[in-house]
């Protein structure tokens, strides 16, 4: 073989075998670089969703006190109606604050879900603020709200592709007068 074409041949091989090595390793990289994103932002949605639940669950908890002040449901604990209203203010602040974070980041199924949710809470307290609530109608607004918390709940699991199975059913035991004792 002639020697010039030898040679040729050697630096064609180099330069395909670098070329070869530099998109493997770019691709590599940003491969690497885009998983590293996605976990990043999987974390901070986590945290909004997180705290976003949270904050609801607040205002679903002082909605309950209210309601049992109000002898609508008989669990928890009572509360001065006062106070909770403006607890419950509180609370509403602090939910709006963290529902901002789940608009810029959530996935869109998750932001209905949790606006769906928090509308429905708003409805508890709306029942509350009524002179004469009717505790029916309080108990299935709540055992609503209950529901689509498990919604919210679903679509941000399958947003982390978190595994495990679906929530269990709720059970409204806790919803039910206590039972008398016989003595």
């Known amino acids: 073989m002639n020697p010039i074409v030898a040679q040729i041949l050697t630096i064609a091989g180099v330069l395909l075998g670098s070329a070869a090595t530099f998109v493997v390793t770019t691709l590599t990289e940003r491969t690497r670089w885009r998983r590293a994103q996605v976990a990043r932002w999987d974390d901070k ?3 909004a969703y997180t705290e976003y639940a949270n904050a ?6 002082l909605c309950r006190r209210i309601a049992e002040t109000k002898n609508l449901l008989h669990t928890g604990r009572p509360i001065d109606i006062d106070t909770g209203f403006d607890e ?3 609370a509403e602040t602090e939910r709006a604050l963290k529902w901002e974070t789940v608009l810029l980041l959530g996935a869109s199924e998750t932001v209905v879900a949790a606006r769906t949710w928090h509308e429905q809470v708003w409805r508890l307290e709306h029942i509350l603020q009524e002179d004469n609530p009717d505790e029916s109608e309080f108990v299935e607004a709540y055992k609503k709200a209950m529901r689509l918390r498990n919604e919210f ?3 941000a699991r399958a947003d982390l592709n978190v595994t495990g199975g679906e929530l269990s059913e709720l059970t ?9 004792s016989q003595g």
């Open 153 to 155: 709940y679903a679509h």
């Open 172 to 180: 409204w035991s806790s919803l039910l007068p206590p039972a008398k």
């Open 56 to 61: 609801v669950k607040q205002m679903v908890r």
């Open 88 to 90: 419950l203010a509180d």
């Open 45 to 47: 949605r986590l945290q």
